[in-house]
Structures are given as structure tokens and as C-alpha cells.
């Protein structure tokens, strides 16, 4: 018989099993920041040198910007179940573990490369990729092999025997000219969402900068005609591009940092699915319903975030811009819109000439007319000179060979009865002060300064024409499937939160071909009700971590001069980029430009060279995860000598590859690094870790200095490695510190003090003009003009192609995909302006 059961109990060592499982022996910080725009300090707890388990590091709120301001402690915890588990990666079968090299790629070095005498084409059965099997060797072996093959493969392509074999291989002929006779230009680097690791990953784009210096070797040029590698893009290649931003605002995307929700009093949340893809800051929609903010989800299926919305409009998908341009018709039919908004901050008011369907110029109207100097926050750069450094420029900057573009357009001021200039520099109150009160609507007849009288009409009155006669609610609603009620409702809803809607576009509608039409519509929708450039009424794009011009000393690193390295760690630094930009695009349609009958569509700087050697890091995107994926490895990709990537995750790219190198996880980091983020206000550094490397792995950065040294033992030039000196000298924060002296938002703050905060699982703020950032802020707040022709909002596109396209209105053209209607057809009664070039 037990009498106290409790005192009797057996021996309970076995209960410190329990008690164990979450003991530690110590813990560590690093940054997982993959291309979810989020990026979260976490803390790992180790045991028995085993990463056993990550939470968040509850140091969000005590970020703090270089004046002592502080975040909230709402940020905390931030971090999201993926994060969680990236346990599993570090250890998972996948790692890629040591350096691989395909074996026909290896013997076709080995034996010196042999070649096609007609086109150099390598011969097929070494290039059997996908089918071929890897030999791990030791790494500095790999390095010397991509070396041998970048060195040949820009000897082979230089010159005009290289122009020959490429022109043999069936290249565009465009195309081989616009290598320039050099064959680094044939060698093309892409390091995948690059602003993930301003250190790691843009060090590709350094790499490809850095081969000048073999065109110097291969083709015996100086520097000055040296030319670097091609680099590929990401952001628009990944279709997180809205293509219409550039078109109305001029920069590359307009965006609002999440957190702003709150201070909407609507918010649009549209194709985006905000809870589910913005895990750690999923919140703040959901706090901002408790504070009273309406929340009106527009979406093709019944998303995680629409159960979070007190509206849901589902729409046809590809019909954005109808949607869109129904919100404006009801807008301006039921005089909603504000009228003052609309003339002081976009070109609405704008003349358009009836005959060429160009808008109308100052200078075609008044004789004599002089073209007012630009000087409201801008600044004509003489010819020659070059512009200043990020942080010291003040405004914006425009090259001399370009102020012809930036000239005084015209309005019709109602006071007056007669056409008036109106100046790029005046926009809001310096708009004010010219006294001039434009016409929306009429059809005015101008004379010229040549004496010819021609009709004209503003911007707003063609669009609201259009708008009347195509796309009422009812016609909207037989597009997009959504109710009539819905449109007119959300529309009144809009212009009730005037200044006050906040506009999250998801990537979703930038899959369809007519998605700069949907950015233009949606801008429109937002400048009638002035919910531009406001902490709560803004447009905002949400995809990728593009905004690298938030780490505008980026170039100090990516774009050193290679010919003038500088190898003091304090010293200035000589900024020269060697390389030349394409878009993936070309290369994922199987290496070919547009040409249509005789006329050659891709032209200029945007024609691709032949691709003959890649190298992709941080990137799934182009090869496993490609659009026309087919095509591309097995019709495009034999036509190219040498892939090499860098993974620390076998994808399905490396299964295509030439060369894999097994790189460090963020959980094993040996260099510190950094990034920041379009969605939140924070700098934040990759602290270097002490987890032992479990598997052979080295840094993305050791590989390209791995490279490096082997060009300059087969050159003879020690400066392939002087360009990685502080690489090998394990003092990446110098290039670091580099790029923070350099950059805006940046300026102030010290490597080593980021990367102690980061390791105690604290960031920093950046120091951004407002909290949170808000784009347009200057434009409304301090008449500041934008980035365009006219310094306003722009919805009319006066460029030939534009007009020749159909597209110089903000119309509806149905998309050319999942659509069971007419392709592509531009959906609209006859128009006055509408003249596209229509097929024969
Ligand atoms: S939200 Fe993104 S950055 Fe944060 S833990 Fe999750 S996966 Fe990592």
C-alpha cells in the first residue's frame, strides 16, 4: 500500500528527457532574406553543434535610426513558419556539398577545346547536359576550368572571326554587332534579386565588371575601350515589374512601406494576396480594419486575404485595367474627382493636337517662345560632365543631350480664353503661381506659331470621352464579371477616401500582356482622387526586393574601375561600369530579337548579344523555373559553353549546369553582408555566424575571387586579384562600409557597429525622409516635379509608338492571355485619338 502516492513516486530522471529536448549550448543570430521582400533577424539555438531549433529575435523595436528615433514594438516578433524550419535546408539532402563540374564540359577544357572549323560550335557530345553525370573536385580545380573556358570562349568570339562563327551559329545579325566585336560581351552574369546580398550577390555584376580587364588581355585594348560582361535584370525578368509606373511617374515603381495601412482610410488590396505572401506584415492589414480602415480585396479566386476584407470583388482574370477604367468613368461622370488635384499635379490638363495626336509644345504655338530653365529641384548636367555621387546630389539631374525632351507644354486657361506655356518646373504651388486656370474639358482651336490653326483638346476630356462612350459600369461589368453595383459603389468609396486609399497592386495582373494599361488605369484612378504621394493614399506594387536605389552606394562595389582598383581600405573609390544591360526576356524566347516583315522592333541598347557562357547565382529563375522552360534547355541552352552556378540548394538548374559550387546557407555565413527592403524601414545586416560549416562549402564571394585568381595566373595580371583583395583578406566589411558612405539613406552609420547590432538580432532604420517611406512624398508635399517630360503624373503618351500601338490614351486592350475573346483587341468605340496601326 502507497500512502503518498507523490512521495512514493518512482525515480522521474526519465522526465528530464522533456526537460532537454530544448536545452541549448548557445545561440547565434543570422538573416533569412529570401525574395518574400521581408527579411528577419532570427535566433538559432545549438546544441551539441546542431542547429536545433530558430525563433524570432524580439529586436525589431529596438531599431533605432541614426538620430535616436526608435520603431515600434509592433514589429515584433517578426518572422513566419518558413523562417522557422530553415533548420531543414541547413542539413537537408539537397545541400549542395563541395564543388561539381559536368564531365563532358571537363574534358572538353581538358582537351583544349575543340571546335566546329565553320561555326566553333563545341562538339554535342560533350555539351549533353541534363544527361551527363557531375565529378566532384576540389574547388580551386573548378576555378581554373571556369577560368580556361571564359578565357577561350572570349578569345573565340572576339574579333572578326568570332563574328564569323557566331553569324555561322545562326545569331541575328543585330546581334552579333551589338557584341561589339569583344567576346566578354558573349559572357552574361545574373545574380538573382541581387539586392538580397549588396555583397554576395552583386559581386556577380562585379565579377562581370571586373572582365574588362580580359578583353583588355584577349583583344589588346586599353582601357578605355575595354568592355566588361552583359548582365541580365531581375525584377522585370521575374514580371515583378509594373511596367506603366515608369510610364506615369518616371521612376521605376511607386511604392508605400506596409505599415502604412493604418493611415488609410480605404485600402485596396488588389492581386495581392497581402496575407499569406506578407507573412510578418500581415498584421498591420488586420490592425488597420481594428483602427477602422475599410478593406476592399479585388481578386481572380477567394484568397487567404479576402476572408480578411470587408468587401471582395472577384474579376475575370486579365481584366485589371477595364476594372480600373470603370472606376474612373463613374469618377469623372459623377464629378467626383479633384478638379485641383488634377490640374496641379498631372498632365490631365494637357493640349493634345488633333492631327498628329502629339501633344501640344510651347514652342510650336508662340514665336519666339524660349524654353523656361529648368530649376525646381533640377539640374541640366553640362555636357562632359558626370554626375555626383548619390548622397551628394540634390534633385534631379538631366543630361544636356536630353533637355530637349523636358520643354514647356501648353493649356488652355479658361481665364483668358487663350493657350498658355506651362513650364516642367510647375507643378503644384509654383503651378499656383502662374494664375492659370486649365480646362479639363472642350475642343479648342490653337494657332500656330506658323499661322495654321489646329483643334486640340486636354488629356482629360479624350479620356473621359473614352471612358463615357466604352467603359460605363455595364460594359465594365460584362468584362470583368464583376456586379455593376460593385463598380459604382467602389468608386464612390474611392472618392469618398480622397487622399486617403492606398492602392497594394500584387504581382498577380503583371503576368498579362496588358499590364502597363492596368498600372496607367489604376494611377488614374488614384490622381482623380488625389491619393498619390500621401502616408495614406498612395500606389503601391508589391513583388520582389528591387529598390537597390535604397542602397545607392551599390556601384562603389558592382561598378569599381577595374583599371584603377583602389587597394587602400579608406580611399576613394573610381566608379566605371564595363558592362552592358539586357533583359532575360530575349534569352528566354530562344536568343532572338523582334523583327516583323522588314521592320526590326528590337533596337538600340536593347538588342541582346550571343550568349556563349553564363553565370547565376542566388537565381532558380532562369533555367528550372523559366517561362518556355522546354525551349529553353533544350533549344537555347546547347547553344551556350559554360553555365556555372552557385547554390547551396540542388535545383533544378544545377541539374543543367556545367559547374555547380556548393555556397555557405545564411545560417553559415563567414562573411558579413547586407540588404534592405521596399516593404519595411529597415537596414539589415547578415551577421557572420559561428556555426561550423557541416558540409565543404565556401562563399559566393570566395568563388568569384576563386576565378579571379586563376584569370590572372593564366594572364599575368595580378590585378584579377587585386580586385578581390579584401575578399581574400577577410575584410568584406570594407567594401561594406563602401557601399554604406555611398548611399542616400545610409550615410552615418559604420559596418561593425550594423553587423554587433544584427548579431544581438537588432537592425538599424534607414534614414528615409518619412516613416514609413511614402513615394511622391516630395511631389505633393513640396511641388516637386516627377520624373517625366511634363515633371507631372502622365496619362497620355505622346511618343510615336505609343500612338502607333493605340496605346496613347489609357485604354482596354484584352489580354492575349487565358482570354476566349479577340486577342489583344482594343476594346473601344471610334475615337478621335485612337489611330492605331492596324493589321492589312
Ligand atoms: S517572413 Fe520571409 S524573411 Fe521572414 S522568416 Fe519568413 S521566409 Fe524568412
Same mark, same amino acid.
Given at each position: 500500500?502507497?500512502?503518498?502516492?507523490?512521495?512514493?513516486?518512482?525515480?522521474?530522471?526519465?522526465?528530464?528527457?522533456?526537460?532537454?529536448?530544448? !536545452?541549448? *549550448?548557445?545561440?547565434?543570430?543570422?538573416?533569412?532574406?529570401?525574395?518574400?521582400?521581408?527579411?528577419?533577424?532570427?535566433?538559432?539555438?545549438?546544441?551539441?553543434?546542431?542547429?536545433?531549433?530558430?525563433?524570432?529575435?524580439?529586436?525589431?523595436?529596438?531599431?533605432?535610426?541614426?538620430? +535616436?528615433?526608435?520603431?515600434?514594438?509592433?514589429?515584433?516578433?517578426?518572422?513566419?513558419?518558413?523562417?522557422?524550419?530553415?533548420?531543414? $535546408?541547413?542539413?537537408?539532402? @539537397?545541400?549542395?556539398?563541395?564543388?561539381?563540374?559536368?564531365?563532358?564540359?571537363?574534358?572538353?577544357?581538358?582537351?583544349?577545346?575543340?571546335? *566546329?572549323?565553320?561555326?566553333?560550335?563545341?562538339?554535342?557530345?560533350?555539351?549533353?547536359?541534363?544527361?551527363?553525370?557531375?565529378?566532384?573536385?576540389?574547388?580551386?580545380?573548378?576555378?581554373?576550368?571556369?577560368?580556361?573556358?571564359?578565357?577561350?570562349?572570349?578569345?573565340?568570339?572576339? +574579333?572578326?572571326? /568570332?563574328?564569323?562563327?557566331?553569324?555561322?551559329?545562326?545569331?541575328?545579325?543585330?546581334?552579333?554587332?551589338?557584341?561589339?566585336?569583344?567576346?566578354?560581351?558573349?559572357?552574361?552574369?545574373? /545574380?538573382?534579386?541581387?539586392?538580397?546580398?549588396?555583397?554576395?550577390?552583386?559581386?556577380?555584376?562585379?565579377?562581370?565588371?571586373?572582365?574588362?580587364?580580359?578583353?583588355?588581355?584577349?583583344?589588346?585594348?586599353?582601357? *578605355?575601350?575595354?568592355?566588361?560582361?552583359?548582365?541580365?535584370?531581375?525584377?522585370?525578368?521575374?514580371?515583378?515589374?509594373?511596367?506603366?509606373?515608369?510610364?506615369?511617374?518616371?521612376?521605376?515603381?511607386?511604392?508605400?512601406?506596409?505599415?502604412?495601412?493604418?493611415?488609410?482610410?480605404?485600402?485596396?488590396?488588389?492581386?495581392?494576396?497581402?496575407?499569406?505572401?506578407?507573412?510578418?506584415?500581415?498584421?498591420?492589414?488586420?490592425?488597420?480594419?481594428?483602427?477602422?480602415?475599410?478593406?476592399?480585396?479585388?481578386?481572380?479566386?477567394?484568397?487567404?486575404?479576402?476572408?480578411?476584407?470587408?468587401?471582395?470583388?472577384?474579376? $475575370?482574370?486579365?481584366?485589371?485595367?477595364?476594372?480600373?477604367?470603370?472606376?474612373?468613368?463613374?469618377?469623372?461622370?459623377?464629378?467626383?474627382?479633384?478638379?485641383?488635384?488634377?490640374?496641379?499635379?498631372?498632365?490631365?490638363?494637357?493640349?493634345?493636337?488633333?492631327?498628329?495626336?502629339?501633344?501640344?509644345?510651347?514652342?510650336?504655338?508662340?514665336?519666339?517662345?524660349?524654353?523656361? #530653365?529648368?530649376?525646381?529641384?533640377?539640374?541640366?548636367?553640362?555636357?562632359?560632365?558626370?554626375?555626383?555621387?548619390?548622397?551628394? &546630389?540634390?534633385?534631379?539631374?538631366?543630361?544636356?543631350?536630353? !533637355?530637349?525632351?523636358?520643354?514647356?507644354?501648353?493649356?488652355?486657361?479658361?481665364?483668358?480664353?487663350?493657350?498658355?506655356?506651362?513650364?516642367?518646373?510647375?507643378?503644384?504651388?509654383?503651378?499656383?503661381?502662374?494664375?492659370?486656370?486649365?480646362?479639363?474639358?472642350?475642343?479648342?482651336?490653337?494657332?500656330?506659331?506658323?499661322?495654321?490653326?489646329?483643334?486640340?483638346?486636354?488629356?482629360?476630356?479624350?479620356?473621359?470621352?473614352?471612358?463615357?462612350?466604352?467603359?460605363?459600369?455595364?460594359?465594365?461589368?460584362?468584362?470583368?464579371?464583376?456586379?455593376?453595383?460593385?463598380?459604382?459603389?467602389?468608386?464612390?468609396?474611392?472618392?469618398?477616401?480622397?487622399? @486617403?486609399?492606398?492602392?497594394?497592386?500584387?504581382?498577380? #495582373?503583371? &503576368?498579362?500582356?496588358?499590364?502597363?494599361?492596368?498600372?496607367?488605369?489604376?494611377?488614374?484612378?488614384?490622381?482623380?482622387?488625389?491619393?498619390?504621394?500621401?502616408?495614406?493614399?498612395?500606389?503601391?506594387?508589391?513583388?520582389?526586393?528591387?529598390?537597390?536605389?535604397?542602397?545607392?552606394?551599390?556601384?562603389?562595389?558592382?561598378?569599381?574601375?577595374?583599371?584603377?582598383?583602389?587597394?587602400?581600405?579608406?580611399?576613394?573609390?573610381?566608379?566605371?561600369?564595363?558592362?552592358?544591360?539586357?533583359?532575360?526576356?530575349?534569352?528566354?524566347?530562344?536568343?532572338?530579337?523582334?523583327?516583323?516583315?522588314?521592320?526590326?522592333?528590337?533596337?538600340?541598347?536593347?538588342?541582346?548579344?550571343?550568349?556563349?557562357?553564363?553565370?547565376?547565382?542566388?537565381?532558380?529563375?532562369?533555367?528550372?523555373?523559366?517561362?518556355?522552360?522546354?525551349?529553353?534547355?533544350?533549344?537555347?541552352? #546547347?547553344?551556350?559553353?559554360?553555365?556555372?552556378?552557385?547554390?547551396?540548394?540542388?535545383?533544378?538548374?544545377?541539374?543543367?549546369?556545367?559547374?555547380?559550387?556548393?555556397?555557405?546557407?545564411?545560417?553559415?555565413?563567414?562573411?558579413?553582408?547586407?540588404?534592405?527592403?521596399?516593404?519595411?524601414?529597415?537596414?539589415?545586416?547578415?551577421?557572420?555566424?559561428?556555426? $561550423?560549416?557541416?558540409?565543404?562549402?565556401?562563399?559566393?564571394?570566395?568563388?568569384?575571387?576563386?576565378?579571379?585568381?586563376?584569370?590572372?595566373?593564366?594572364?599575368?595580371?595580378?590585378?584579377?586579384?587585386?580586385?578581390?583583395?579584401?575578399?581574400?583578406?577577410? $575584410?568584406?566589411?570594407?567594401?561594406?562600409?563602401?557601399?554604406?558612405?555611398?548611399?542616400?539613406?545610409?550615410?552615418?552609420?559604420?559596418?561593425?557597429?550594423?553587423?554587433?547590432?544584427?548579431?544581438?538580432?537588432?537592425?538599424?532604420?534607414?534614414?528615409?525622409?518619412?516613416?514609413?517611406?511614402?513615394?511622391?512624398?516630395?511631389?505633393?508635399?513640396?511641388?516637386? #516635379?516627377?520624373?517625366?517630360?511634363?515633371?507631372?503624373?502622365?496619362?497620355? @503618351?505622346?511618343?510615336?509608338?505609343?500612338?502607333?500601338?493605340?496605346?496613347?490614351?489609357?485604354?482596354?486592350?484584352?489580354?492575349?492571355?487565358?482570354?476566349?475573346?479577340?486577342?489583344?483587341?482594343?476594346?473601344?468605340?471610334?475615337?478621335?485619338?485612337?489611330?492605331?496601326?492596324?493589321?492589312?
Amino acid at each position: 500500500r502507497v500512502a503518498n502516492p507523490l512521495a512514493e513516486y518512482p525515480n522521474r530522471d526519465w522526465e528530464r528527457l522533456y526537460r532537454d529536448i530544448f !536545452r541549448h *549550448d548557445r545561440t547565434f543570430t543570422f538573416l533569412c532574406a529570401p525574395n518574400d521582400t521581408h527579411n528577419c533577424l532570427l535566433r538559432a539555438f545549438v546544441k551539441n553543434n546542431v542547429l536545433v531549433r530558430i525563433e524570432p529575435t524580439y529586436g525589431y523595436g529596438k531599431a533605432t535610426d541614426l538620430s +535616436g528615433r526608435r520603431a515600434s514594438p509592433r514589429w515584433d516578433p517578426r518572422c513566419c513558419q518558413k523562417g522557422l524550419v530553415l533548420g531543414r $535546408r541547413l542539413y537537408g539532402d @539537397r545541400r549542395v556539398k563541395g564543388a561539381f563540374v559536368r564531365r563532358g564540359f571537363k574534358e572538353w577544357v581538358e582537351r583544349g577545346f575543340p571546335r *566546329d572549323p565553320v561555326t566553333g560550335r563545341a562538339p554535342a557530345e560533350l555539351m549533353r547536359r541534363g544527361w551527363d553525370s557531375f565529378v566532384r573536385v576540389p574547388y580551386e580545380e573548378a576555378y581554373a576550368l571556369h577560368a580556361r573556358a571564359l578565357e577561350n570562349i572570349a578569345r573565340t568570339y572576339s +574579333g572578326p572571326q /568570332g563574328a564569323r562563327y557566331l553569324l555561322a551559329q545562326g545569331y541575328d545579325p543585330a546581334m552579333v554587332e551589338a557584341a561589339g566585336g569583344s567576346g566578354v560581351r558573349t559572357i552574361k552574369v545574373r /545574380g538573382g534579386m541581387a539586392k538580397l546580398g549588396v555583397t554576395r550577390i552583386v559581386g556577380t555584376y562585379r565579377f562581370g565588371n571586373m572582365l574588362a580587364l580580359l578583353d583588355a588581355h584577349v583583344r589588346g585594348v586599353g582601357p *578605355d575601350q575595354a568592355l566588361g560582361a552583359g548582365f541580365w535584370d531581375s525584377y522585370s525578368w521575374h514580371t515583378d515589374l509594373p511596367p506603366g509606373h515608369p510610364m506615369v511617374h518616371g521612376d521605376q515603381t511607386s511604392d508605400w512601406e506596409l505599415f502604412a495601412a493604418e493611415h488609410a482610410g480605404l485600402v485596396l488590396v488588389w492581386g495581392m494576396n497581402w496575407i499569406t505572401t506578407k507573412m510578418p506584415d500581415s498584421h498591420w492589414l488586420t490592425e488597420a480594419r481594428l483602427k477602422g480602415t475599410r478593406v476592399v480585396v479585388i481578386t481572380v479566386e477567394y484568397s487567404a486575404t479576402a476572408n480578411k476584407g470587408d468587401e471582395v470583388i472577384v474579376i $475575370r482574370p486579365g481584366t485589371d485595367p477595364a476594372f480600373a477604367l470603370g472606376l474612373a468613368q463613374v469618377i469623372i461622370r459623377e464629378r467626383l474627382y479633384d478638379a485641383a488635384f488634377v490640374k496641379r499635379y498631372t498632365d490631365l490638363p494637357r493640349l493634345v493636337r488633333l492631327d498628329t495626336l502629339e501633344p501640344l509644345l510651347a514652342r510650336d504655338v508662340f514665336p519666339g517662345h524660349r524654353e523656361a #530653365p529648368l530649376g525646381n529641384w533640377t539640374r541640366v548636367l553640362a555636357r562632359g560632365e558626370s554626375a555626383p555621387p548619390a548622397p551628394a &546630389q540634390d534633385g534631379m539631374l538631366i543630361p544636356e543631350a536630353l !533637355r530637349d525632351e523636358f520643354v514647356d507644354f501648353v493649356v488652355w486657361d479658361t481665364r483668358t480664353g487663350r493657350p498658355a506655356p506651362v513650364s516642367r518646373d510647375q507643378v503644384g504651388e509654383h503651378f499656383d503661381r502662374t494664375g492659370l486656370d486649365p480646362a479639363l474639358e472642350g475642343t479648342f482651336e490653337v494657332r500656330l506659331a506658323d499661322g495654321r490653326p489646329v483643334p486640340a483638346r486636354p488629356v482629360f476630356d479624350l479620356t473621359r470621352q473614352y471612358l463615357d462612350e466604352t467603359m460605363t459600369p455595364e460594359t465594365v461589368s460584362k468584362i470583368t464579371w464583376a456586379p455593376t453595383e460593385a463598380i459604382v459603389g467602389l468608386a464612390r468609396e474611392i472618392a469618398r477616401h480622397g487622399g @486617403r486609399t492606398l492602392f497594394a497592386m500584387g504581382m498577380g #495582373p503583371n &503576368q498579362f500582356f496588358n499590364n502597363d494599361l492596368k498600372d496607367r488605369a489604376i494611377f488614374l484612378v488614384a490622381a482623380l482622387t488625389g491619393s498619390i504621394g500621401r502616408m495614406g493614399g498612395n500606389v503601391g506594387s508589391y513583388a520582389g526586393n528591387y529598390r537597390t536605389s535604397l542602397l545607392s552606394g551599390v556601384p562603389r562595389f558592382a561598378a569599381e574601375d577595374p583599371f584603377n582598383i583602389q587597394l587602400g581600405a579608406a580611399g576613394p573609390v573610381a566608379v566605371r561600369s564595363t558592362m552592358r544591360y539586357e533583359s532575360l526576356h530575349y534569352y528566354a524566347a530562344g536568343e532572338v530579337i523582334h523583327r516583323a516583315g522588314d521592320k526590326q522592333f528590337t533596337a538600340g541598347a536593347h538588342v541582346p548579344t550571343p550568349t556563349k557562357a553564363i553565370w547565376l547565382t542566388n537565381s532558380n529563375s532562369q533555367i528550372a523555373n523559366t517561362k518556355y522552360h522546354y525551349d529553353v534547355v533544350f533549344n537555347t541552352l #546547347p547553344r551556350q559553353e559554360c553555365l556555372a552556378i552557385n547554390e547551396w540548394w540542388w535545383s533544378g538548374s544545377c541539374e543543367y549546369a556545367d559547374i555547380v559550387y556548393g555556397v555557405d546557407s545564411w545560417m553559415g555565413l563567414k562573411y558579413p553582408d547586407m540588404t534592405a527592403s521596399n516593404t519595411n524601414p529597415f537596414v539589415q545586416v547578415f551577421p557572420r555566424t559561428p556555426l $561550423r560549416r557541416n558540409f565543404p562549402t565556401v562563399s559566393d564571394l570566395d568563388t568569384y575571387a576563386g576565378v579571379a585568381a586563376a584569370l590572372a595566373r593564366l594572364t599575368g595580371d595580378g590585378r584579377f586579384d587585386d580586385y578581390w583583395k579584401f575578399v581574400r583578406d577577410n $575584410r568584406v566589411d570594407v567594401y561594406l562600409q563602401r557601399i554604406i558612405d555611398g548611399s542616400a539613406p545610409l550615410r552615418g552609420y559604420n559596418i561593425a557597429d550594423l553587423e554587433a547590432r544584427a548579431a544581438d538580432g537588432v537592425p538599424a532604420l534607414m534614414n528615409t525622409r518619412t516613416y514609413p517611406r511614402t513615394f511622391s512624398w516630395e511631389q505633393v508635399h513640396e511641388s516637386k #516635379p516627377w520624373y517625366t517630360k511634363t515633371g507631372r503624373l502622365e496619362f497620355y @503618351r505622346g511618343e510615336r509608338e505609343f500612338i502607333e500601338a493605340g496605346e496613347n490614351m489609357v485604354v482596354y486592350r484584352e489580354p492575349v492571355d487565358s482570354t476566349f475573346y479577340d486577342p489583344n483587341v482594343i476594346v473601344a468605340r471610334p475615337h478621335p485619338a485612337l489611330r492605331p496601326v492596324a493589321p492589312e
